[in-house]
């Protein structure tokens, strides 16, 4: 979409989505839901952003710039009423999601990321928005060209941004959850402390900040949910990884779109100040691999409840890109057992594999999520990975939070 076939309204509100896409991943930005109102249609929200259990509903509004250069004293009062436009449409959509739920009529939507696919293929990614959509906060992005420095009145269900504080927070933060965790962080803690307009790297500063002195008093072993901007190597690393779940031409983990999302979600949802220590394993792990031809890998836990396997290999150690899979199946499973025989704490995992060909720079990588019951493995079976990979105490990652000040 572009302004020369769109209002001004409509192309920002298409770029703010695309920013949403681009910095960080399609996959967990998903477009309006259109639903029908008598003989005509309605959009529910400018768009959402969703990453597991986690959702916010996305408002965008504009000024034109030609118009909006010109308002001058009155720039205040513009702003305020066009956040208070978003924040009622922000409410109607609440409204319009519980009321489809009790009718038995989900709203759905889209994510970005199935926009290329063919219509059949693509009403199979609609996801539809349970009753606790409702609860989401609003994020409401504004575009006035006088928006900068204005203190507007605090609005405890909503996150107003500039763009440009739009893409600087997903920039910072790397990640779809991080974002809407943020904005569940601030606006649980003081919704009245919002900096001006233009100015959210101040309240990101402070979160930062808070963190700090909770793993100063948290020991040794604590660490904080945020340490700062997001470092572009990790940044790049993760969100490869999220990338390359969606590919036609690799091996698919999943039979459904809910399996997908739980994939993606897992890798998306890793907290911003762990993300740099799981790039650094997979750097040390391609580093062994490339160095000794042998495969290499590590365990993570998340959170206390969710365990990343992380592997690399050559294709040629393998055969075949199914019996890989098969084996980073087996590994996963194995970890399972070990975590659940050392904490008596039954966890889900998630597999992670790259193949890379000996003397070609191409690259293959598969997936398998694993949940519920813990099955035993064969004992031939777990030996050969407990010989190849031994037994593990996991390294925990990704501490609670604390609240900003």
Request: with cysteine; proline share 7%; net charge neutral.
């Amino acid at each position: 979409m572009s302004p020369l076939n769109a209002s001004h309204g409509e192309w920002l509100e298409d770029t703010v989505r695309r920013l949403g896409a681009d910095l960080g991943v399609p996959d967990f930005v998903y477009l309006p839901a259109v639903v029908a109102k008598g003989r005509a249609t309605r959009e529910v929200g400018d768009g959402f952003l969703i990453s597991g259990q986690k959702g916010a509903i996305l408002q965008v509004k504009s000024r034109d710039a030609k118009a909006g250069i010109n308002d001058g004293p009155e720039t205040l009062h513009v702003l305020e009423k066009m956040v208070d436009d978003a924040a009622r449409q922000a409410q109607g959509s609440r409204r319009e999601i519980e009321r489809r739920w009790d009718l038995g009529t989900p709203v759905s939507t889209l994510p970005f990321r199935a926009l290329s696919l063919p219509a059949p293929r693509r009403d199979q990614y609609l996801l539809k928005l349970t009753r606790d959509a409702a609860t989401w906060p609003s994020i409401i992005v504004v575009d006035h060209p006088l928006a900068g420095g204005h203190c507007l009145k605090a609005r405890p269900d909503a996150l107003v941004l500039t763009l440009s504080d739009w893409r600087d927070l997903h920039r910072a933060l790397s990640s779809t959850a991080a974002f809407i965790t943020y904005a569940e962080r601030v606006l649980g803690a003081d919704p009245a402390a919002c900096p001006p307009l233009g100015c959210e790297s101040l309240r990101f500063k402070a979160v930062v900040e808070a963190d700090r002195k909770w793993v100063t008093a948290g020991g040794p072993t604590a660490r904080p949910w945020v340490a700062g901007p997001a470092e572009p190597t990790s940044v790049g690393l993760i969100n490869e990884l999220i990338a390359h779940v969606w590919e036609d031409d690799s091996p698919v983990p999943w039979t459904k779109a809910s399996d997908y999302r739980r994939i993606v979600a897992v890798l998306d949802g890793v907290p911003p100040g762990a993300r740099d220590d799981l790039a650094q394993g997979i750097l040390r792990a391609r580093a062994r691999l490339t160095e000794h031809g042998q495969q290499a890998g590590w365990t993570s836990l998340l959170n206390d409840e969710q365990l990343i396997v992380y592997s690399c290999d050559f294709l040629e150690n393998h055969g075949s890109p199914g019996g890989y899979l098969a084996w980073i199946a087996t590994v996963t499973q194995c970890r399972r057992e070990q975590w659940a025989e050392q904490s008596g704490l039954s966890v889900s995992a998630l597999g992670v594999g790259l193949l890379l060909r000996k003397g070609s720079p191409s690259t293959l990588y598969c997936y398998c999520y694993l949940d519920g019951d813990v099955p035993r493995l064969a004992p031939e079976l777990r030996a050969e990975v407990e010989r190849v990979r031994g037994s593990f105490t996991p390294r925990r990652r990704g501490p609670r939070h604390s609240d900003p000040d």
